[in-house]
């Protein structure tokens, strides 16, 4: 494996305030299976993730329970990594910013764009929002508050530092305008260029001094720096970047990372910001960013007040991880934002995992157990009208389509086109009628091959759910004794061995949910999450 060299991709680190919701483990997920399917095609790849645990917000949840900030980080970037562990994600690294090695570098990174004269001190003035650790200029606020939250501002001043993101605007521009593929999909491109970089970029605020809770400046200790710098290194010091020219072997094999799967409301820091503060370092840019959708749920942004904030640990002990990737991964659009309800998961489970997929691999193995005692043979005898052909052509060409579709990041669509391989399988069954040919022995040989070209099918299809579903997959594979493939054999037809035993017993992949039984667990899930915030609130 590597053989067709390297991938490196990142998500955004989750930011260790609170346990992520389904939205924030969307994106993992979505991440895993791009770095799967790439390790499938046989890349060397490397993937990382992790927590982003400085800064002010967290110094005050901190002292609110009357603990230290690290104590509070440990527990939290425990809790998010349990999560990504659940649902089954394949990391190399999970950073902490709290990593020794990573605090080391940001500060030498800080020393390093001061001493060029990248960085000056100044003083901050303007409006402030706590809760986003943000200043504002008047003109910026919304009815005089926060325009990102929503939440009281107050008057403040501060000495800080500041980065001249002007001196490399024009490079920026530049690079953004010969790489078109940099920032993906296209709309976040026009956003960032016709939003920040053509009316001009204001330096940007890297240090603080109004909590302590962060990395010291070097050569000034009542500053700590800030998010930018900290937070965005991460892609380079989880690697082994080394400001003194001393990088390990694994960044200069690695960098500059593939892609940057981020949600879309930080596009403008890994466009902006994280391009200059590489080009200031002179590093190469990440060769893509991509900042995908919101899930929404049932169409409004999660609140706890609400009751109707998803965590994928829910989810999954409703539904099973596959079930809840599944959905994740179908349910979201290349562009806009994805919707997520309790009925829809119910409806999708149903109709797709357990309709679709699961009665397939089923009715599959009983039909070969029931006629054949399990065996799987290759007969040759095709039908007159095309219809063994049709299939054939349908299968062999499901890999071509999902690796395009993987190519442009549209995951839905690639996951779309293997359950249309499944779903051409269930038709094959109608069209062929295997019950019917069981019941004329002269029919003996065309029931073998139909059940021979319908274990091959489910095969394939199965090699390319790994990506996605990986338990669901190996267990198919396993029940139907197929064996995982090379991606590039995944075209061709016919490559499971003739005579080849399926399982005795088949397991049930996806029992049929009854939707008042779940609708009534999630009931519970809710009110149990307006409680804990009712009490939070009762505390505060």
């Keep these: 494996m590597g053989s067709k060299g390297k991938y490196y991709l990142t998500t955004a680190i989750a930011y260790t305030s609170g346990k992520p919701h389904i939205g924030n483990t969307y994106e993992v997920v979505l991440a895993d299976s791009i770095v799967r399917f790439k390790r499938q095609q046989g890349y060397d790849v490397h993937f990382q993730t992790g927590t982003d645990e400085h800064g002010q917000k967290i110094e005050a949840k901190a002292k609110a329970k009357g603990i230290s900030p690290k104590a509070y980080v440990d527990d939290v970037a425990g809790t998010v990594k349990s999560i990504w562990d659940l649902m089954g994600t394949s990391y190399d690294r999970f950073i902490r910013t709290t990593d020794e090695d990573h605090e080391k570098?940001?500060?030498?990174?800080?020393?390093k764009l001061y001493n060029q004269g990248d960085i000056y001190k100044s003083a901050y003035e303007g409006m402030?929002?706590?809760e986003c650790e943000s200043f504002w200029t008047t003109t910026q606020l919304v009815d005089g508050k926060c325009p990102d939250c929503g939440r009281e501002v107050s008057h403040a001043r501060e000495e800080a530092y500041f980065f001249k993101l002007s001196k490399y605007a024009d490079q920026l521009i530049d690079h953004i305008n010969t790489h078109p593929e940099f920032i993906q999909p296209v709309s976040r491109k026009n956003e960032m260029m016709n939003n920040f970089l053509l009316p001009g970029l204001q330096d940007l605020c890297v240090s603080r001094t109004s909590f302590t809770w962060g990395i010291p400046v070097e050569f000034d200790e009542k500053h700590v720096i800030y998010v930018w710098i900290d937070a965005l290194s991460n892609y380079i010091t989880g690697i082994g970047y080394d400001v003194d020219g001393n990088s390990s072997e694994e960044y200069k094999k690695y960098w500059p990372a593939d892609l940057h799967l981020i949600g879309k409301d930080i596009v403008r820091f890994h466009t902006i910001y994280w391009p200059i503060i590489l080009m200031a370092l002179g590093e190469p840019l990440p060769k893509q960013v991509f900042g995908h959708p919101w899930l929404?749920?049932?169409?409004?942004?999660?609140?706890?007040s609400r009751g109707n904030v998803v965590y994928a640990d829910d989810m999954v002990e409703l539904f099973g991880v596959d079930a809840v990737r599944f959905f994740v991964l179908h349910e979201m659009?290349?562009?806009?934002d994805g919707i997520i309800t309790w009925e829809l998961v119910?409806?999708?489970?149903n109709s797709e995992l357990a309709n679709v997929l699961g009665n397939l691999v089923n009715r599959t193995i009983s039909m070969s157990n029931k006629y054949f005692g399990g065996e799987v043979k290759k007969t040759g005898v095709t039908d007159s009208e095309g219809i063994d052909e049709d299939l054939k052509k349908v299968v062999s060409s499901t890999a071509g389509v999902v690796e395009e579709k993987m190519e442009e990041l549209r995951v839905a669509d690639a996951l779309s086109a293997i359950f249309s391989l499944f779903r051409r399988c269930n038709k094959y069954i109608d069209e062929t009628e295997p019950w019917v040919l069981a019941k004329d022995e002269a029919k003996k040989e065309r029931l073998a091959e139909v059940l021979y070209n319908l274990t091959e099918s489910i095969c394939v299809g199965a090699n390319l759910l790994l990506p996605f579903m990986p338990t669901t997959a190996e267990k198919i594979l396993k029940q139907l004794n197929g064996s995982e493939r090379e991606f590039e054999s995944l075209s061709e037809f016919g490559l499971l061995a003739s005579g080849t035993k399926v399982t005795e017993k088949p397991e049930i992949l996806f029992a049929r949910l009854d939707q008042k039984e779940i609708m009534a667990k999630v009931e519970e899930i809710q009110e149990k999450q307006r409680a804990e915030y009712a009490a939070e609130e009762a505390k505060a």
Aim: aromatic letters at 14%.
């Design 105 to 111: 570098q940001v500060a030498k990174i800080f020393t």
């Design 128 to 130: 402030y929002c706590t």
């Design 296 to 304: 929404l749920q049932g169409g409004e942004k999660m609140s706890k």
């Design 333 to 336: 659009p290349y562009e806009n």
């Design 346 to 349: 119910i409806e999708r489970y």
